[in-house]
């Protein structure tokens, strides 16, 4: 368990910088005559990569000497907040940007541990009101098209 | 210099700043006494409110945010033992023992005549020290600016959260988020995988909103059933004489070392806190009463980390190279607003840039009197349960990575950094260098390749120019910042 502490963050970082590196190197190139005696677009996200790779051999070595401490498992509320942001997108997607955000609020009142219904509701049911109002009267700014803004706009 | 002068005491005089300062100034010390909020949290999600202002105004809202902030974590640490922003850590060693032993009131008085002390201080410098340095700024040629910000990045090795391998690898990671979109000079797509609206890059707004908003929303999950010691007071008591002779050394001081550490580009308040109240205690003839209630320590870390704000804000407007995670969204405000930060800032918008400085200042002024009337109403607003707050800091978040250019893209990345940052945070990855990564990499990049035009690609032609070399040493000094800060603290 310890050994995956100390290698499983640098494997990690290791792993995106090789990816990254592959999909830089499948970068176009430019003629020379637009580059002349600058760098191509790859080389400088390349160079980065390579620097990363070498930060993660520093990283791996300062695990062995010193290994991090064990990361203790977040309580419900955090994950199930996660969880409420993939609720967040399929909402927004096929229903409606601020339906999205009351729901996300009203799950996250609930999961932080709010029992007075008054209170989830109002907080539910005002604070997506009150920005909408806000942002599209005083902010003049257009949100996009789903069930409750259809109604509005039309 | 006489426009200089006159745009600040313009801003003493218009009644519309002066309200608009004022009402920020309440919106910043209930957002620095909400723990887990901050100045960098609230600068962030404030940002998207301030489209719509004039430039002045909304660079303005987003100062006074940062001093006010600052200051008013001292509120929370000293009462409930939770500093309300990291910039505060230092001062419940000694704010809250103090108050424990019933003397809430002195403790915060002291606070707050330490805080401004140092946020006037830092401001007088700043309107002293960065004119002075665009003049030297003016002389920078593309190597100048590519070995300064190569500086600006060495020195996230030394911010406090994390460590230096892993906030580099953050700052690497920022780096390489800012070469998303279109290559400026050839125009050659990268990592945009077929999305078109990614042509000109990541926008900052949204990385800000997530990394800083959403992930601490996520960090602040973990906090939900804890139960918080609360001191109660009865009023802040300013210092009385003896308090005064046992700490105006140490203000003096930490004045002096907040101001040094908010200048070095990307260290900020936290730093300058941990050192001023090392140094206080350092220098006390009563060591022994510090971390029980030693009023010298409040006075070191407050004054030190009032004065990082106005330091932070020298290398941000001057040189482009944000000062701290706050400053970095005070910068990505200059850009929105079509302000270039730079030294030509200072002979092109002398008097928006002077007007800034004059809000710093009242701004400084005023949290003075909200602190000594009205700090233990301001106390109460951090009993707003979480299970309301945070709800309602996701809907401003994602509404406000929205706004921008009205992107339901914005609001994904927001979302995807807010996560990114959360799992970054666990695994003890601060995501404030990434922030900054992000903010200089363009920079970085540009700043190389015209360089490499310049001497015709030999590259290490860059060492030739005294002032390009004296950065890359400076930056070489930076990568071994945090062994020499690990021994000032201790």
Same mark, same amino acid.
């Given at each position: /368990? ?30 020379? /005559?637009?580059?002349?005696?600058? /760098? ?25 000497? +010193?290994?991090?401490?064990?990361? +203790? ?11 409420? /942001? ?69 | ?117 140092? @946020? ?46 892993? $906030? ?26 077929? $999305? ?59 004045? @002096? ?47 030190? $980390? ?9 290398? #941000? ?5 944000? @000062? ?93 950094? @807010? ?13 404030a260098p990434i922030a900054v990564g992000l903010i200089l990499g363009e920079m970085v990049e540009i700043?190389?390749? $015209? ?12 060492? #030739? ?26």
């Amino acid at each position: /368990m310890q050994s995956l502490r100390i290698y499983l963050i640098p494997f990690l970082i290791a792993v995106f910088s090789v990816v990254i590196i592959i999909l830089s190197l499948q970068l176009d190139e430019s003629p020379p /005559m637009i580059v002349g005696d600058s /760098m191509q677009p790859r080389a400088f996200p390349i160079f980065l990569m390579v620097l990363n790779l070498v930060l993660v051999i520093f990283l791996v070595l300062q695990n062995q000497r +010193k290994p991090p401490e064990p990361i +203790k498992l977040e309580p419900f509320a955090t994950w199930s907040s996660i969880a409420l /942001m993939l609720v967040f997108y399929l909402v927004t997607r096929y229903v409606d940007f601020f339906i999205a955000i009351a729901a996300v609020i009203f799950g996250m009142c609930l999961i932080w541990g709010e029992r007075r219904w008054w209170v989830v509701l109002l907080t539910t049911l005002v604070t997506p009101a009150s920005i909408f109002l806000l942002f599209d009267q005083v902010l003049r700014i257009r949100f996009p098209r789903g069930l409750f803004t259809n109604w509005w706009y039309s | 210099m006489t426009e200089a002068i006159s745009a600040m005491a313009l801003v003493f005089l218009d009644p519309y700043l002066i309200g608009l300062i004022f009402l920020t100034t309440i919106l910043g010390v209930v957002i620095g006494v909400l723990p887990g909020l901050g100045a960098t949290t609230g600068a962030a999600l404030l940002l998207p409110f301030t489209l719509t202002m004039e430039p002045v105004h909304a660079i303005t809202v987003l100062a006074t945010i940062y001093v006010a902030a600052t200051f008013a974590g001292s509120i929370t640490a000293i009462l409930i033992n939770t500093p309300g922003t990291s910039a505060a850590a230092a001062t419940t060693f000694d704010g809250f023992p103090l108050a424990q032993r019933g003397e809430a009131g002195r403790a915060l008085g002291i606070a707050v005549v330490s805080s401004t002390v140092g @946020g006037i201080f830092s401001v007088i410098i700043l309107c002293i020290a960065a004119p002075l340095l665009a003049r030297v700024a003016y002389q920078f040629r593309p190597p100048e600016y590519f070995a300064l910000t190569l500086f600006g990045l060495s020195m996230l090795a030394s911010i406090s959260a994390g460590g230096a391998i892993k $906030n580099l690898i953050g700052g690497i990671f920022g780096v390489w988020l800012a070469t998303i979109g279109a290559e400026k000079s050839t125009s050659i797509e990268r990592f945009m995988f077929g $999305n078109y609206e990614l042509y000109e890059g990541l926008s900052f707004v949204p990385v800000m909103i997530g990394l800083f908003a959403l992930s601490e929303l996520f960090v602040q999950s973990k906090t939900v059933n804890s139960v918080m010691n609360r001191v109660a007071i009865k009023a802040v008591k300013l210092p009385t004489k003896e308090d005064y002779k046992k700490i105006w050394a140490t203000i003096l001081r930490s004045c @002096g070392i907040g101001t040094f550490i908010g200048i070095l580009p990307a260290e900020g308040a936290t730093v300058a806190s941990m050192i001023g109240y090392s140094e206080a205690r350092r220098w006390s003839k009563n060591k022994d009463e510090f971390g029980k209630g030693a009023i010298e320590g409040i006075a070191g870390a407050e004054s030190a $980390n009032n004065a990082a704000t106005g330091g932070a804000m020298v290398p #941000t407007m001057v040189l482009g190279i944000p @000062g701290s995670g706050t400053t970095a969204i005070i910068l990505v405000g200059l850009m929105v607003h079509g302000l270039r930060p730079g030294p030509y800032l200072f002979t092109e918008q002398v008097g928006t840039v002077y007007q800034i400085f004059g809000a710093m200042l009242l701004a400084n002024f005023m949290f003075l009197g909200m602190g000594l009337y009205a700090a233990k109403y301001f106390a109460r607003i951090s009993l707003v349960p979480p299970a309301i707050l945070w709800p309602i800091v996701f809907a401003l978040s994602v509404i406000g990575a929205y706004s921008l250019s009205s992107s339901l893209l914005d609001v994904w990345i927001a979302v995807i950094f @807010g996560i990114v940052g959360f799992f970054a945070r666990r695994h003890g990855f601060a995501v404030a260098p990434i922030a900054v990564g992000l903010i200089l990499g363009e920079m970085v990049e540009i700043n190389l390749q $015209n360089s490499l035009k310049m001497f015709e690609g030999d590259w290490w032609l860059i060492f #030739t120019q005294p002032l390009a070399a004296l950065f890359l040493v400076l930056a070489f000094l930076g990568l071994c910042g945090p062994f020499i800060f690990s021994k000032l603290v201790k």
